[in-house]
């Protein structure tokens, strides 16, 4: 097994460099950039001082960045919204966001850095990338953790109870709930939520924004639980009703496939008992394809299908820090979060797999290809 975890480790290398290489080509291709952006920003400046975030720390006067020329130099010509502006605000511009080098050195340099885990610094926004994601990480952390949790705590029991009941009343009427989760998307819930739950129209049972309450440092510990899971509650709900379907119908599935084999009717005629049969034959079994789902279901609730539920309940976690990125083109938090969670999917993938060998110690992962 050693062999098999050392294999895969070294497999993440050219994966990460593959993930990366094929996104950073994608954005190259991409309409707009954050010149252009910081160029919207001063056409819509008359006057005062341009102070650019933090990414260079270039300042310039409205004489400098306004100053018009009749002709447009190479330099301006590859930006929407250059007209007019100084060929050397667009020179300097250029070599704040390190686009005075190819595309090509570009990359390279990002890939060095990445090696250190140097994931550099916002373009616009007074702070590294990494104090950015764990600025956000905590709410993210949250709302994945628990929703996890209890879509796993819900749905393999229910599976396992419908495939043992296949047919029968209680299948029947939990698969209309199972349609109905599934039906639902997570965000329209919310807002349902909202209206009913959080003040919106009806009743203010739930607070509406944030993951605590502006005066939870004061609270004592209990309180400060309480609060917490308070705030929670609709968020999580939302997002567990809308993923629990998947996993409970793939897990009824699965048992449903492992009770119809050949060595299940034998344990049966055996005399063993439907407990004995069910957990100490069928069990680990039927439990292999769910373990293999775990990557990805771990990876859309954690970081995915969270970011309409972050911004309909004001979360600032790390969904809507990634779609704040990609919209603004600030491309050290595209990518520095983009390599962050695709070692943490790997590293996760790679856990599954191992954890094959607690649910069936028959996996010999010495022969098994990566």
Known sequence: MLNYILRRVLLMVPTLFGILLVNFLIIQAAPGGPIERMLVNIKGIEGGSLESGSGGGAELTSTQSLSGTNSLSGAQSKYAGAQGLDPEFIAKLEKQYGFDKPAHERFWIMIKSYLTFDLGSSYFKDATVISLIKQKLPVSISLGLWTTLLIYLISIPLGIRKAVRDGQTFDIWTSWVVIVGYSIPGFLLAIFLIVF???????????????????????????????????????VFASVLSGFASLTMLTKNAFLEEMNKQYVFTARAKGLSQNRVLYGHVFRNAMMIVISSFPAIFIALFFTSSILIEVIFSLDGL????????????????????????????????????????????????????
Request: negative net charge.
């Open 197 to 235: 739950l959080a003040g919106g129209s009806y009743w203010q049972i739930f607070p509406l924004r944030g993951l605590v309450s502006e005066n939870w440092n004061t609270l004592p510990l209990f309180s400060k639980i309480t609060d917490y899971f308070w705030h929670l509650a609709l968020p």
């Open 319 to 370: 969904g809507l820090l990634g779609f704040e990125a990609v919209t603004g083109r600030d491309y050290p938090v595209v990518f520095g979060s983009l390599f962050i969670f695709t070692l943490l999917g790997l590293v996760i993938h790679l856990l599954s797999d191992i954890a094959y060998m607690f649910v069936d110690p028959r996996v010999d992962f010495e022969k098994r290809e990566v």
